[in-house]
Structures are given as C-alpha cells and as structure tokens.
C-alpha cells in the first residue's frame, strides 16, 4: 500500500535560515512524489514533484526537495526562510490514488 | 494563469439534504478530481475522473456519493444523504495528464446541521 508520512506536526524556523520539512515515503514501484502548501483557506498548490532523474528536484518560491531512495525521504528544503513560507505543507505520493501526509505547519518567526 | 474555480464556496445544508457542489477544471485539462479535507486534518481523495467515467475512488466514496460532468467545462460532487460527518472542505483538481501536477480550486466549505 502507498503512503506518506510527516513526522513533525510542526516545525518552527528563524528568517533567513534553512528550513526542512521531513517525508517519508511507502510506495511499490517508482515513486510519484508531490509537495504542496496551502495558506489559509486556500487550496493546495503545487510546489514540486519528483517522477525520475535528478534526485533534487527545483520547485516554486526557491523551494527544492531531495529524493533519498536508499531512506525512502522526499524532504523539502530550502536555504533561507522568509515569513511569508509560514503556510501548511503536504507531502504525496502518486500510485493509484493521491496519498496526502497529515500535513506540517510551518512558522517562521521574523 | 487559468485557475480551478468552484462554487459555492460556502454551502450549509441540513442532514440529508442533497448537495452539489461545482467545480470548473482548467480547460484543456484531462484528469478531474475530488478531495476533501476535514477541519484540521488531512487531505483525503475521493475520486478520481478521466474520459467521462472514474477511474478510481477510495472507500470513502460510497453510493451517496456521485460525479459528472454534464457539460464540457463543469465537474460536480453530489452528495445525496448528507451526513453530520460530511461536514468538511471539499477540494476539486485537475491535471492534464495522469502524472502531472493537479491544480487545486479554492475549496467549498460544506457545513451540514
């Protein structure tokens, strides 16, 4: 069975500092992996994905994830926080059916 | 940019009540989907629709639960029998291909009483 998991229900960072935001992933076959964030009654919106090839993967607003086979992670990063990435994130993967993690809320503190 | 727009995007309705809530794709977009997210949890799929019939649906989505698309832009959830527990943020995606990034609509809040 397909899934994601998000370890950290909430994940607070300084501006101007790197943030990660951890997945991980349980998927038979190739993996179809997906972030989103999504602000405040808002729908989500898609920041990167990962189908093959290059295991970083450059997505929207600077953002970029690091496909990890060997640990099955998908972690989004990025090199310096701005306040206005405090938003939710989720994590997916694609098999038959999208599988959302429960999300990680994160706040960066100016 | 060509967005994903539903309606309403606010619809309170009484316990077993009928609901159908609209949702217009991004037009040159194949692959249609419905999510929904109750209050502080996650995202769960419902359906997916592809060729005018689904092409896959979780458990979640039983016989109250029905799609459409009765015309070539519209995409609509109906929910015949709403239930207390139907009460959440229902999202529509679409994406031009089976692999590809699904765009999300604003959501409708769906509150039943």
């Known amino acids: 069975a397909q899934s994601v998991a998000q370890p950290e229900d909430q994940v607070n960072v300084a501006e101007g500092n790197p943030l990660t935001v951890k997945c991980t992933y349980s998927?038979?076959?190739?993996?179809?992996l997906f972030w989103y964030v999504q602000y405040p009654n808002r729908g989500l919106q898609f920041l990167l994905k990962y189908i093959t090839g290059d295991n970083l993967v450059k997505g929207s607003y600077g953002f970029e994830a690091e496909f990890n086979k060997s640990q099955t992670s998908f972690h989004l990063k990025k090199p310096s926080a701005l306040v206005s990435d405090s938003a939710l994130y989720f994590c997916a993967v694609k098999g038959n059916q999208f599988y959302f993690g429960t999300g990680t809320s994160l706040t960066v503190i100016p | 940019e060509p967005e994903v727009t539903q309606t309403p995007s606010h619809q309170v309705t009484q316990m077993g009540q009928e609901v159908i809530l609209r949702c217009v794709p991004i037009?040159?977009?194949?692959?249609f989907y419905w999510y929904r997210q109750i209050l502080g949890q996650k995202v769960e799929f419902l359906v997916s629709f592809y060729n005018n019939e689904i092409s896959e649906k979780s458990e979640i989505f039983d016989d109250q639960f029905s799609v459409e698309r009765p015309d070539g832009s519209n995409f609509t959830l109906k929910i015949r029998s709403t239930k207390l527990e139907d009460s959440a943020m229902y999202f529509c995606a679409s994406s031009l291909i089976w692999d590809g990034e699904q765009y999300f609509g604003p959501g409708t809040r769906l509150t039943v009483t």
């Open positions: 037009s040159n977009h194949l692959y």
């Open positions: 998927v038979s076959g190739n993996p179809y």
